[in-house]
């Protein structure tokens, strides 16, 4: 990636095959968005730029847009905020994989044996895995959510070790042996099982890093993804979408499984029967088109299998990341933009009933907004998060229940704690303070801050 462009003013135009040019007009697509009509494509990149006859976002018919999204939201899923009490548990940093959007890697060599351990990354062994989740379950959480690098010592299981092993070349498919490092992940389904504390839902294994766990093998998605849920994995988090057209992957990040993999491999979770999620990250490189086509992909997957549960716009984070200090992008999303996003992600997918805004991503102020313009879910607790902080982020990675109870109120709206599934749902009574999680297996509604004087003291 030496061959990047040296750091210019503006960025550069990309030569895409793919651009918004369409033959529907603005208001065509919104009356069929109002009347709930499947939208197609090209109605989607109307809505999404608010007309391609004209340049820039019109804010007069933004507004008409995310009104259109408000309404399909009350429709679709009622007037609720949901969130989930959960625990970010990432397990390791050390990622070769070279995305140009991420900065929440850190290169492998760094963590070897004799290399200086001063690399600010970091690798958990499954018994300080088990140790951070064990601590979040007293606090009361339901969910662990955990995403890792690709670190090269990761097997899918001891078979897939031995695999690996006898690999006539195994720098071909990334795997080094775990004693080149100072701290060894294990295996997939030693750090899952090490994650199921007394029945915590354990939602990980992305579709990148399915790919990985079956690498130098011709084990279906199916086969691995069944393996570790016989280890006690609950869903799957469907991250590395990114946009699900390979003209754009080329760009941010060449490194990475393509459009079809990604899919392939969503299916191969839900036919183990796992539910997933899926997402997009947008505010790039990319361009309207592009956003619309990776809708267009995610609802067609609803289609088949019906097993996504939310779906989430991730707005990216752009301060500390390769694509901006090379000059690849100037900025992430607007504001208009992120708003438009989610509104025509509720628009477009007339099959997935519920939307997630980041607070990570977008602050307090933003995605509260977001809550009325199609959004539903406003995301989790989190107690601990790294991918946005280390891209520059700087909203913070903890939200008590009674931060949700105090937010969710003040735009008039119920506050509901919910299973990661969605399945359970504990609606919560604004009037009925002190408020804490109820839906993990050792909730008993006492606030998370309350039970942890080191949080509360920050
Ligand atoms: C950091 S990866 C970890 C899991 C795994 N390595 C993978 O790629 O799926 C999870 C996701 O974080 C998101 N992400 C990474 N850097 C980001 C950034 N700068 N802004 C917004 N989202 C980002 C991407 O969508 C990425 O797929
Ligand atoms: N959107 C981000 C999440 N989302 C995780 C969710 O809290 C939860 O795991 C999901 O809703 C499961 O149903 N986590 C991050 O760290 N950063 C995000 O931007
Ligand atoms: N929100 C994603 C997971 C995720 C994790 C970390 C992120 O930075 C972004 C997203 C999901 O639940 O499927
Ligand atoms: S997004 Fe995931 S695969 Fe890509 S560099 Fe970051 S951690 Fe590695």
Redesign the pocket.
């Known amino acids: 990636m030496s061959d990047a462009p040296d750091v210019s003013a503006a960025a550069p135009d990309f030569d895409f095959e793919h651009v918004p040019r369409t033959d529907q007009s603005f208001e065509n697509a919104l009356a069929k968005a109002r009347d709930g009509c499947r939208l197609t494509v090209d109605d989607g990149v109307e809505l999404l730029t608010t007309g391609t006859d004209r340049a820039g976002i019109d804010p007069v018919r933004k507004e008409r847009v995310l009104e259109a999204a408000d309404h399909r939201r009350a429709e679709m899923v009622g007037d609720d905020v949901t969130f989930v009490a959960n625990l970010?548990n990432?397990v390791t940093t050390a990622c070769d994989t070279g995305c140009l959007f991420c900065n929440?890697k850190d290169r492998a060599s760094k963590f070897e044996a004799d290399a200086p351990d001063d690399h600010g990354g970091f690798t958990k062994t499954p018994a300080e895995s088990r140790q951070a989740v064990a601590d979040a379950v007293e606090l009361g959480i339901s969910e662990v959510?955990s995403?890792s690098g690709l670190h090269p010592a990761f097997a899918l299981d001891d078979e897939h070790r031995e695999v690996l092993e006898s690999h006539p070349a195994p720098e071909q498919v990334n795997y080094r042996p775990p004693d080149t490092y100072t701290t060894s992940p294990g295996t997939y389904v030693d750090q899952i099982r090490a994650m199921s504390v007394d029945g915590v839902h354990v939602?990980s294994m992305?579709p990148e890093e399915a790919y990985h766990a079956r690498r130098g093998t011709d084990w279906s998605y199916e086969a691995v993804y069944r393996r570790l849920r016989e280890a006690g994995l609950d869903?799957?988090?469907?991250?590395a979408a990114e946009i699900l057209v390979d003209e754009v992957r080329e760009v941010i990040c060449p490194g990475k499984m393509d459009t079809e993999a990604w899919l392939n491999a969503m299916e191969g979770a839900m036919a183990a029967g796992l539910p997933?999620?899926?997402?997009i990250?947008y505010g790039h490189v990319e361009n309207a088109m592009h956003r619309v086509m990776h809708l267009k992909r995610v609802r067609d997957l609803q289609d088949r299998t019906g097993g996504i549960t939310?779906f989430?716009p991730?707005s990216f984070i752009h301060q500390q990341t390769p694509l901006y200090d090379r000059g690849l992008v100037s900025g992430g999303a607007t504001d208009a933009e992120d708003e438009l996003m989610i509104a025509v992600s509720r628009l477009f997918l007339d099959n997935i009933e519920n939307i997630?805004t980041?607070w990570?991503?977008f602050g307090d102020e933003k995605s509260l907004k977001t809550l009325s313009c199609g959004a539903n879910d406003f995301?989790?607790t989190l107690l601990s998060?790294?991918?946005?902080k280390r891209a520059g982020g700087d909203y913070g990675e903890f939200r008590s229940v009674a931060d949700y109870v105090d937010m969710v109120t003040a735009i008039g709206r119920r506050p509901v704690e919910r299973s990661?599934d969605y399945e359970r749902r504990h609606p919560i009574d604004p009037d009925d303070a002190p408020h804490g999680p109820r839906l993990g297996p050792r909730a008993d509604g006492t606030p998370i801050l309350d039970r942890t004087p080191s949080l509360a003291d920050d």
């Open positions: 970010n990432n929440f959510c995403v939602h992305t869903s799957a988090p469907g991250t997933v999620t899926a997402t990250m939310e989430v991730l997630q980041s990570v991503k995301m989790g998060e790294e991918i946005t990661t």
